[in-house]
């Protein structure tokens, strides 16, 4: 999802830090979608880069910059570990030794999306910038992993590698999904849309967001950040927010009236509390902050991006 | 070096955590070489766990306890990044899949060897148990990704693992090495025998040490530890003691006399002060003394267990 609007950004943009894009190429293991109409040349391609020589072939147009965003999920990465650990590690593994054996001096920029899936409880309620790397399921881990061998290959000048932790992304488009942390978009989403959504945890709940359309910025900045200005850390908690789930809805509240509010349906989940329990809550994403990037300052401004950029600006649902 | 001296301690006591054991089996990439005579059975097996297979016919007799600590060393690692990568972290993974898919409910302890090279600069005078791992070397990068597999395989219960980061082992017996660290060791052993040793670093630079014996004491405490005691945190820095190469020349005057000082030669080293300036030197090893884990008191100690280990309990040159 945040893959396809990047592309779509990039192909609205025609350029990248000032710079007009040649080309552009989407691999993905089902044929990627550019849906809109670009100015310079897009190659879709259908491949596994956790298949052996896969990232040669794909990194054979030598791009200046390689945003890596493959990964298998958290849900399914815990449920097949083999299938995780094949997509998620080596597939990362597979694509930075592609770029480390290309020869020739090619050290392009890579974008690397890990996740707060890399941080597991104990958590402090704000986490620092300074926070270990404990993650509490086999996708934090992958993650975990990929930041290091991204740090490491680019401290020996192999590449030019940024990862940046995404937070949840809120508000999701498309349908309802079963991932434990689909609730958070849904309570917002399905009432826009006139329909009823479920709830499975207490208001009190507190977690940390960006929209889509923040995310994507993430990447462009960090495809153009200068890598000098990173030190040695190369991987950053991206900037969110951090709202309670009365926050959510109290916004949609403000933004869209009270009719929305109203689908939405307490219906509470001792399995869901359970896994959103070992969450992280809140970041003080100073370091990414200071380098630039920059999220929603409110949930207000998450649920407004949400209308424009997925209900072309209308509430189906229009405030009272 | 390490390895061999737990075969010899296991082959003394001949029973582990109050249990006699049966059989041990050595594997090395060269052939093992099992000095002391036994009670029980004893195999020693030239194998390369890092090729494909190797580790399934390792764990065939399907071991209680698996101590891991095959490893191409910080400065070959840095060398050779292939290398590196396939021993230290392809072996690390086959081990861990050898177990996964050797059925049967089979889920052994597993000791894996880690190390303080999982922590790079910036870093605090005093390292906590909280400390984030930020290796600056691909040693380091591939101990902490060694961690991070443990700890998913554990939390997964394929196995029960426990990785302990070992302070630098001083004295090391044996002879000169071109390691960065060898002199910590050079500047005590050589001047023993009444050799000249180089210290090509200030006398107020600081680390962290442990003597041999200490270590081999940690990999048999983590073999026969509770699990349950360590929590999800299942790597931990061991007890160590820090002490600046001022201290280490005290400790040694104090053991054995002026003569042996007097053969330390102060030749200072760019290269070396460099490397050893991003070393951690002193840790707050909390959580593992709460677990039972201990090391020496003092740098008196390391020497005189470096003088009854290596030394047959005589000081070659003897305290005027």
């Known amino acids: ?142 993650k975990a992993i990929g930041e290091l061998l991204l740090t490491d290959y680019t401290r020996r000048g192999i590449l030019d590698g940024i990862g940046i932790r995404l937070p949840t992304i809120c508000v999701r488009p498309g349908q309802p999904n079963r991932a434990a942390s689909g609730f958070f978009s849904s309570i917002i989403r399905e009432p826009l849309n006139g329909q009823e959504a479920v709830l499975p945890v207490p208001d009190d709940v507190r977690h940390w967001h960006a ?16 890598g000098e200005a990173l030190g040695d850390r190369r991987c950053l908690t991206m900037p969110g927010i951090s709202v309670t789930v009365a926050e959510q809805i109290a916004a949609l509240r403000r933004v869209a009236g009270e009719d929305p509010v109203r689908l939405i349906r307490r219906e509470p989940d001792e399995t869901v509390m359970r896994i959103i329990a070992s969450w992280p809550r809140s970041f003080d994403a100073r370091h990414a902050r200071s380098l630039g990037f920059a999220a929603e300052a409110s949930f207000d401004e998450i649920i407004h991006a949400h209308i424009e950029d997925e209900l072309r600006g209308r509430i189906p649902l229009e405030k009272a």
């Open 1 to 142: 999802m945040v893959g396809r609007k990047l592309a779509e950004r990039l192909a609205r943009d025609g350029s990248l830090g000032g710079e007009p894009i040649s080309h552009l190429a989407l691999a993905d293991v089902v044929e990627p979608k550019q849906t809109m109409p670009a100015a310079f040349d897009v190659d879709t391609v259908v491949a596994d880069v956790a298949e052996a020589g896969v990232a040669r072939e794909l990194l054979s147009g030598r791009p200046d910059i390689v945003f890596h965003l493959a990964a298998v999920l958290s849900g399914e990465a815990e449920a097949d570990l083999e299938q995780g650990y094949r997509v998620n590690l080596d597939g990362t593994r597979l694509l930075l030794d592609g770029i480390r054996t290309a020869g020739g001096g090619y050290a392009p920029r890579v974008v690397f999306a890990s996740s707060i899936a890399v941080f597991g409880t104990p958590l402090p309620d704000v986490i620092g910038d300074d926070q270990a790397l404990t993650p509490r399921t086999s996708y934090g881990t992958q």
């Open 211 to 226: 929209s889509p359309r923040a995310a994507v910025g993430f990447l462009l900045h960090a495809a153009t950040l200068d």
